[in-house]
Every structure is written in structure tokens, then in C-alpha cells.
């Protein structure tokens, strides 16, 4: 059977098997752990000489529209498909215990992953689409049914948001399937990626278009100002789904910018560069500052993954292969960090029942390798050498900046690049405010009793940090994948 196919399928034959009574916990933690053993095996099978989409695999359903089930993966979508089976093996392992509807707690945890395989892996517009759809319903449910604080508001918020994102996103999607000439018409990704690079998306309306595809990914991503339904609606989310969301989920949009939008639109791209460098120092500066007044925990990070959003975007933007080649690392380094914070936040509020700066301190007297784990994930946020983050965002700062040429006067972009250069200074504010605030200072008497992190606990996050330190020391190990795979860039963009 084809490989991608398995790591689509197996998520979704453990959901009927759990539906058929089959354990839920245990069954979709074995499933997950398969699917990253094959994910695994997938990228150590791909050619990188030959490059380009392997694994192929196409079923026609419309022949007259050309619309066909059909997967294949490069570099890049090898890469998304490992990030999102490891943080799945992660938050099925780190799940608490579930008093009501444990099998539809679990079943719907897969489906985000099976639902972010697929759009990773699909290479046609229809299904490409769908499957994100796929993955956004459980979210709202686990949110809504199984979440925190004021979790049917941050349910129905998040629903009102994305929904929009996704009704403007396929606006978008359809607007650039009509401008292919109506001979060519198809949702064949490959296809239309050999058109575009015909001059076959050579219209008026591409600058509509692209836009359209930017509010609509953007939505999405939590792009400035788009962005306010993701703090709340992750500090209401369980964790798992705020680990698979955050980590695997909210990056379908910047994949979408990178694998459609930019190479498909190239001049479009251009058009709407200074818009969109102005939205992204939004998120870093902007909401950085945001998050450094925050007085939760779950809210700091909430607004954290917000304003990495900002670094991304800005290796996007810059059009050339070292930034698109940073922006990817870092989409896959942010994944891994905010999963492991995320998932150590939740254990926190099982352990002690709020996560008030206020009400914690000194933690880290009853829980040292807690301490010491959520450390180290807060200094891959931060971007500390060594850790993935910090080789992506060097890679995102020089591909910006050099994005902008090397005249005697400062470009947008590389005006841009200095002030996100301070976002850099902003998240180790707020970053190490949280882990003073939580683990160090004076700790409560009702604290007393608190028990570290168990095994069950340290083996999930650690596979998150060992990745992020194993990319981090060898970013190559990683890039290898992505040095055939980035779209090329106009060639105004490579010469701002």
C-alpha cells in the first residue's frame, strides 16, 4: 500500500476502532506511534537527488472537472508530516484522564492529525482544502465539550474565526483554479504549478487573488490583526488540542503560502509585500508586547505562538531561498516548542488547579525536572543556539534582510528585519517572566504535596526537546529536505 496513504488511513481506522469499543487511550497512542515510525521511514525513503513529489498516489472522482484523490509528498511536506506525527504521539501521551466520552475525546484528537497529514499530503486544491476542514471540527469539539475556563465562548469564537479564514481562503482557492485558461482548468497542484510557471496565471485579477489567499491563510495563522480568537481559544483548549493546533495545525496556512500562493502568484507576492511586512511587525512587536502583560500562564503562551507567527512570515516574504528555507525550519522548530510548553502548562493546571502567575512561584523545590524541562523549552522559544529556533530565525533574519539589497539607504525589508530583530528581546521578557513567575521565588505551603513530572509525563516531552536539540545542533539534517523543494523566488524579490 502506498506509504502516505498508511499515515492518512491508520489515524482513521484507530477512530472506528475505537467507535467499535476497542481502547481509546491505548489504541491511539499505538496508532500514533506507528504513523511516526512510518513518517520516519518516509522521509528516510525519499530521493533527494531526484527531488521533487514522491510517494504518488491517484484516484480519479470528477474526470471531467480533473479532480482526483491524489497525495505525493516533497521535502517540505515530509518535513510538516513528521512535525505532526511526533506532537500527535505527544498529546495522546500526555492526555489526562477523560470522565466522559473518553472515546470521542481520543477519536477526535486523531482526527486532527489525520486531518493535517492530509491537507500536508494532498496535492489537489479540493482535498488539499477539505482535509484542513477535517481537522478543524474536532477542534471546536474539544474545545467545547472537554475545555477550561469560558470554553463554549472561546468554542464558538474560534469557530466564527476560522470559518470565516476558510470561506475567504476557498474564495481564493477558487479564484485561482478560474484564472487558469479554460482548456487547462484543474486541481492537480502539480499541473497548476507547471502552468504558473508557463506564465499561464498571467491575468488582472491576480492581485485580488493573492490577497484573498493571504487574509484567508492568514486568518488562519493568527496573521495580525486576524489573530485574537487563538490566546483565548488556547488557554480554553484541552491540551492535546492546543498542542496539535498550535504546533501542527495552525501551520496549513503558512504551508499554504509557501506550496501555493507565492510560487503560483509570483508578482502578486510582490505587490503585496510591504502590506504584509507591515501585519507581520504587528505580530511581532505588537502583540509581543501583548504578551509580556499577561498574567497567565496559558495566555502567555497563547499570545506566544501569536507573535512567532511574525518570524514565518517574514521568511515568506522575503522571496528568496535562505528566508522560505528559515521560515520552514522554523514552522517545524515552533510545532515541537510550543507543543512541549503547552503540553507542561496543562500538567500544571491537573497539578494545582490554576495556572495564575499569582497564585504559583517556587515550583520548582517539588518539581526540578519539570523546571528543568519547561526551561529548556522556554529557551528554544526564545531562540537560544542549540535549539532548532534559533537556526531557523537566524536563517529568517539573513534571508530578510538581504531581501532588501545592500544600498546605501535601509529598504522596508530590512527596516522590518531590525525591529523584529527586537522581538527576539521581547520574548525573552516574557519568556523568562513566566518561568520566574511559576518555578522560582517563594513557594505556597498548599504546594507541598505536589509530585514531579512521572515518566508519562517526561518521555513525551523530552521526545519534543531531543528533536528540537538534534535539529538544532544539525539544522542540515533538516534543510537537506528543503534545498530542492522552495519555490523560486520573482526575480524582483530576490533583488530588493
Known amino acids: 500500500m502506498n506509504l502516505l496513504n498508511l499515515i492518512i488511513f491508520i489515524p482513521l481506522l484507530a477512530i472506528v476502532a475505537i467507535v467499535l469499543g476497542a481502547p481509546a487511550r491505548l489504541t491511539a497512542l499505538g496508532a500514533s506511534i506507528i504513523n511516526l515510525v512510518l513518517s520516519v521511514a518516509a522521509l528516510a525513503g525519499y530521493d533527494r537527488v531526484m527531488g521533487g513529489f514522491q510517494f504518488q498516489f491517484k484516484v480519479p472522482v470528477l474526470a471531467e472537472w480533473d479532480l482526483n484523490y491524489f497525495v505525493g509528498a516533497d521535502g517540505l511536506s515530509l518535513l510538516m508530516i513528521l512535525l505532526c506525527t511526533i506532537v500527535t504521539v505527544a498529546a495522546v501521551a500526555v492526555a489526562p484522564q477523560v470522565d466522559k466520552y473518553e472515546g470521542a475525546y481520543f477519536a477526535s484528537v486523531l482526527a486532527i492529525g489525520a486531518g493535517a497529514i492530509g491537507a500536508f499530503s494532498s496535492l489537489d486544491l479540493f482535498f488539499f482544502y477539505a482535509f484542513h476542514e477535517l481537522?478543524?471540527?474536532?477542534?471546536?469539539?474539544?474545545?467545547?465539550?472537554?475545555?477550561?475556563?469560558?470554553?463554549?465562548?472561546?468554542?464558538?469564537?474560534?469557530?466564527?474565526?476560522?470559518?470565516?479564514?476558510?470561506?475567504?481562503?476557498?474564495?481564493?482557492?477558487?479564484?485561482?483554479?478560474?484564472?487558469?485558461?479554460e482548456a487547462q482548468r484543474t486541481f492537480d497542484m502539480v499541473k497548476l504549478q507547471e502552468i504558473a510557471s508557463a506564465g499561464g496565471f498571467n491575468s488582472p485579477n491576480?492581485?485580488?487573488?493573492?490577497?484573498?489567499?493571504?487574509?484567508?491563510?492568514?486568518?488562519?495563522?493568527?496573521?495580525?490583526?486576524?489573530?485574537?480568537?487563538?490566546?483565548?481559544?488556547?488557554?480554553?483548549?484541552?491540551?492535546?488540542?492546543?498542542?496539535l493546533h498550535a504546533g501542527v495545525l495552525k501551520k496549513f496556512g503558512l504551508y499554504g503560502l509557501i506550496r501555493l500562493a507565492v510560487p503560483m502568484l509570483p508578482a502578486s507576492a510582490e505587490f503585496w509585500t510591504n502590506t504584509l511586512l507591515v501585519l507581520l511587525v504587528g505580530n511581532i512587536i505588537y502583540v509581543g508586547l501583548v504578551t509580556i502583560a499577561q498574567k497567565r500562564l496559558d495566555q502567555t503562551l497563547g499570545y506566544s505562538s501569536v507573535m512567532h507567527m511574525g518570524y514565518i512570515f517574514l521568511g515568506v516574504a522575503s522571496g528568496n531561498a535562505i528566508g522560505i528555507n528559515g521560515a520552514a525550519l522554523l514552522m517545524f522548530a515552533h510545532g515541537l516548542s510550543i507543543a512541549a510548553l503547552f503540553a507542561m502548562a496543562g500538567k500544571l493546571r491537573e497539578a494545582t488547579g490554576t495556572l495564575e502567575y499569582a497564585d504559583l512561584g517556587g515550583l520548582a523545590k517539588k518539581m526540578p525536572v519539570a523546571g528543568l524541562l519547561f526551561g529548556l523549552a522556554a529557551f528554544a522559544s526564545i531562540g537560544l543556539p542549540g535549539f532548532a529556533n534559533f537556526a531557523a530565525e537566524v536563517m529568517v533574519f539573513f534571508g530578510a534582510f538581504g531581501a532588501g539589497g545592500m544600498g546605501t539607504k535601509f529598504t522596508n525589508f530590512q527596516i522590518t528585519t531590525v525591529l523584529a530583530l527586537w522581538g527576539v528581546v521581547i520574548s525573552a521578557v516574557y519568556m523568562l517572566r513566566a518561568y520566574r513567575a511559576v518555578f522560582l521565588g517563594e513557594m505556597s505551603k498548599r504546594w507541598e504535596n505536589l509530585k514531579d513530572f512521572d515518566m508519562g509525563m517526561r518521555l513525551p516531552v523530552a521526545l519534543l526537546i531531543g528533536a528540537l536539540l538534534i535539529a538544532g545542533f544539525c539544522p542540515n539534517l533538516v534543510l537537506k529536505y528543503l534545498q530542492t523543494n522552495t519555490p523560486p523566488a520573482t526575480t524582483a524579490a530576490a533583488t530588493r
Not at 164 to 175: D, F, K, N, P, T
Not at 212 to 233: D, I, K, Q, T, Y
Request: no cysteine; aromatic share 14%.
Open 206 to 243: 491576480g492581485h485580488r487573488v493573492f490577497l484573498l489567499l493571504l487574509v484567508g491563510f492568514g486568518v488562519l495563522v493568527s496573521l495580525f490583526p486576524f489573530h485574537s480568537w487563538a490566546p483565548g481559544a488556547y488557554g480554553s483548549a484541552p491540551t492535546p488540542a492546543a498542542m
Open 135 to 181: 481537522a478543524l471540527i474536532p477542534t471546536f469539539l474539544l474545545i467545547g465539550i472537554w475545555g477550561f475556563n469560558d470554553r463554549q465562548r472561546a468554542a464558538w469564537k474560534i469557530t466564527i474565526y476560522l470559518a470565516a479564514g476558510s470561506i475567504i481562503l476557498l474564495i481564493g482557492l477558487i479564484g485561482l483554479y478560474l484564472m487558469v485558461p
